[in-house]
Structure formats: structure tokens, C-alpha cells
């Protein structure tokens, strides 16, 4: 299915463009447009960044394959995100991802039957003075026990 952007998401990538010496230097910003307004990154979302960039596709493959925070296949609802790299590890950070995902009954990767919720297993989340910490689609949580961690799963809408 072709994607297009919205036209309100033209005027905001229009705005972002203007703050870079060269329009393929507002990929970052863009695919998060993009993503936005489709839920995940597609093929032909990074074709339509391409081409609204007038950049090669290549390159935008290249960003939006580099970066975790890029959703290469739908997601759910709440993305919820478990560090479990050196410092989240060491301070409980595999306890936290084990209950979070017994209670989604999901594992990496995986989306709840209803699309409310995705967890993920994430390398570092740049918290480590204040690790464990997960984060659900942009909002952070940090120094969790596993019961907090639930509670704020416990908590979304």
C-alpha cells in the first residue's frame, strides 16, 4: 500500500527541513513524522522519505534500520521498551524485562493479540546512573523494581 504524507505532516517536515544546512540532514526527524503518522517504518515510508528528502533510499534504510527507536514492523499501542544492557542488567534489569513480559505474555518483538501493547529488549537507553529503567513509547521510567515496572504497566490506558 503507497504512503503519503498528510499534509499537516508536510507543513511539520517542512518546518524541521528549514532547520538544516541540507534537507537529508532532517532524516532523523522526518522518519519520526513518518512514524507517527503510520505506526511503524514500512518499506514504502522509507521510500516516501526518500523521496521527500530527495535522498536515496539506501540512506534512509541505513538510519532507520541503525536505530532502535525506528518500529520496523507494527507496533503496539504502548511500545514498551526493557533495558537490559550493563548497567540496567546489574541492577535488575532481566527481572524487570521477566515480568514485564510474563505479564504481556509477549516476548521481544512480540505485539498482544489486541495491538495494545509490544515489548522490546533494548541495548543501552543512556540511564545507566539510574538504571533499571524502560521506557513506553516516548515517556522514561527509571530506578524500577520489577512490581513498579508492572504498576506502570498496570497503569496505561
Not at 28 to 52: D, H, K
Request: hydrophobic share 40%; aromatic share 8%.
Amino acid at each position: 500500500m503507497p504512503f503519503t504524507f498528510t499534509e499537516e505532516n508536510i507543513n511539520k517536515i517542512n518546518t524541521v527541513v528549514k532547520k538544516y544546512p541540507y534537507k537529508n540532514a532532517a532524516v532523523m526527524p522526518v522518519l519520526y513524522i513518518a512514524q507517527e503518522q503510520n505506526g511503524w517504518i514500512s518499506i514504502e515510508v522509507m521510500q516516501e522519505v526518500a523521496r521527500t528528502l530527495e535522498m536515496p533510499e539506501e540512506d534512509v534504510l541505513g538510519v532507520a534500520t541503525f536505530y532502535t527507536m525506528y518500529h520496523k514492523k507494527p507496533a503496539g499501542r504502548h511500545h514498551v521498551q526493557v533495558c537490559t544492557n550493563v548497567s540496567c542488567m546489574l541492577r535488575g534489569g532481566f527481572d524487570v524485562y521477566k515480568a514485564v513480559k510474563d505479564k504481556l505474555q509477549i516476548t521481544h518483538g512480540g505485539v498482544t493479540g489486541d495491538g495494545k501493547y509490544s515489548l522490546e529488549e533494548v541495548e543501552c537507553m543512556g540511564s545507566c546512573g539510574t538504571a533499571p529503567m524502560i521506557a513506553v513509547n516516548e515517556d522514561f521510567y527509571e530506578n524500577l523494581t520489577p512490581a513498579q515496572a508492572l504498576s506502570i504497566i498496570d497503569s496505561l490506558k
